[in-house]
């Protein structure tokens, strides 16, 4: 399984195909067509058991913390009068004051309850606890620019967007608009802040130096630009410029990167590169290319193996080993990295934004979990629609998604396949990340009370009509 492997429509349902190596050993495995890895059989019997254990205490009420959140209809672009949320979309009344960095440094912190423009100050806030900025010279007004450009350059969220109906002209009416649910500014800075917490409150931040910090912070803020609301195999499968462009792989990462540090050299009001030396320059575009890629879903299974290879390996004493190679006289503790390899610190960099990438799922709050599983699953509804349309292959666990329990479907599968194995490996590198694995878990006992109150109408349905 190399990261040149596709994804493919050739597998229904949540079923994985499977290649066994033995007890304990990593499992190589595919679902939904997107190659993965389970560290070892326990994970596999879980992703097929029912995520829901009667016994196990419901999740911690979050109802406070939400209290003050207003719904406000005008945030709300209306579809045919309907709604397609089923009550996990929150109205809120978006705060237009800047949080402090004590609040930004907290799993609970919301990007979405915030004005988009405040979000500019968050991304600064989070260079600057590193003392980024006066490290590398680095200019506040052009980071601030750039990051409004950022902003901009990203496809509006369509559930906050306010509409001016008596200003909207009859060209503006006809010109085709994409408003993207999920892949929007809100995400991006989201997989920023994720990726912070990661340095900050996980303590990857030990074995990285300040530009290698910086790269993880912006990078994450870049890795997803431009985009179209639709995934790289839909590119592929429409043969667009794009995919012609980069040769089929990792599409849209590769448009993303190239967008971000375009912005550098096409306009000097927004060129921070250049306040790194052209030696630091050029690493600086080289690690965040390398993160950025990491979040090619084709790439999640060599993330996986890399991840459980340092397990494996077990924890060394790097630090006794001098750069000369001499051993050194004084103990150190034993740790899965050593800090003065470069290549270690460049798998910590995209280690951190492919897993801030996928994090949504462990959100502390089910609230705000199951708020961004609407919006992505939204985008994979409209993603399926364009499908059909064009009269191409069908992504399958993109169709179909019409209930609130065939969302809580997807998101549990997603999170046993795909999100718990890589965060029951980040746990045991960085152990203070270990909490993370438990509150996904909890998110989907939330969510299999879901299909199992379907399941239950389901019958009564069925009982009704066979009485009748």
């Known amino acids: 399984m190399n990261d040149t492997t596709s994804p493919s429509d050739d597998n229904n349902g949540g079923d994985a195909d499977i290649a066994r190596h033995g007890n304990n050993k990593p499992i190589c495995t ?123 350059m990203h496809h509006k969220d369509c559930y906050y967007q306010k509409v001016d109906i008596e200003t909207k002209g009859v060209e503006d009416e006809l010109k085709p608009e994409i408003l993207c649910e999920y892949h929007n500014w809100y995400h991006a800075v989201s997989c920023a802040h994720v990726s912070f917490l990661f340095l900050t409150l996980g303590g990857a931040d030990a074995y990285l130096c300040p530009i290698e910090r910086f790269c993880a912070i912006m990078g994450a803020l870049i890795h997803d630009l431009d985009h179209p609301g639709t995934n790289n195999d839909f590119e592929v499968k429409r043969s667009t410029s794009l995919a012609k462009l980069y040769g089929n792989d990792a599409v849209l990462e590769r448009h993303s990167i190239n967008m971000g540090l375009n912005l550098c050299q096409e306009n000097p009001d927004l060129d921070w590169l250049k306040s790194f030396d052209e030696k630091d320059r050029e690493y600086v575009k080289h690690f965040m290319a390398q993160s950025v890629l990491a979040t090619d879903p084709s790439r999640h299974a060599d993330i996986v193996k890399e991840a459980l290879a340092f397990v494996e390996e077990g924890p060394q004493d790097y630090q006794s080993t001098s750069s000369d190679g ?89 999170f046993n396949f795909m999100v718990k194995p890589l965060f029951h490996t980040l746990g045991i590198l960085f152990s203070d990340l270990k909490m993370l694995e438990d509150w996904g878990e909890k998110n989907c006992v939330e ?17 009704d009509g066979e009485s009748a």
Not at 383 to 402: C, I, N, S
Request: proline share 3%; hydrophobic share 35%.
């Open 30 to 152: 595919v679902w939904h067509g997107y190659d993965i890895v389970l560290t070892d059989n326990c994970h596999l019997s879980e992703a097929k058991r029912v995520a829901h254990n009667n016994e196990q205490n419901p999740p911690e009420d979050q109802a406070a913390h939400h209290a003050k959140l207003v719904r406000l209809e005008s945030w709300r672009r209306k579809s045919s009068g309907q709604s397609d949320d089923y009550g996990w979309l929150r109205q809120l009344d978006l705060r237009s004051d800047i949080p402090s960095i004590d609040e930004i440094r907290d799993w609970s912190f919301d990007v979405l309850e915030f004005e988009e423009t405040v979000l500019i100050n968050v991304f600064i806030q989070m260079l600057e606890f590193y003392n980024l900025l006066e490290k590398f010279r680095l200019d506040r007004k052009t980071l601030e620019r750039y990051g409004r450009e950022v902003m901009a």
């Open 447 to 463: 969510y299999q009370m879901v299909i199992d109150a379907r399941n239950e109408e389901q019958k009564d349905v069925k009982s």
């Open 326 to 414: 001499k051993l050194s006289s004084s103990s150190s503790p034993m740790t899965y990295f050593n800090q003065n390899d470069p290549q270690h610190r460049l798998f910590i960099g995209r280690l951190i934004l492919h897993a801030a990438d996928i994090s949504n799922p462990l959100h502390i709050s089910f609230e705000v979990a199951s708020d961004w599983a609407i919006r992505v699953t939204t985008e994979f509804s409209k993603q399926a629609k364009k499908e059909k349309q064009l009269q191409l292959p069908v992504t399958t666990f993109m169709d179909g998604l019409d209930s609130q329990a065939e969302i809580a479907k997807v998101q549990i599968g997603f």
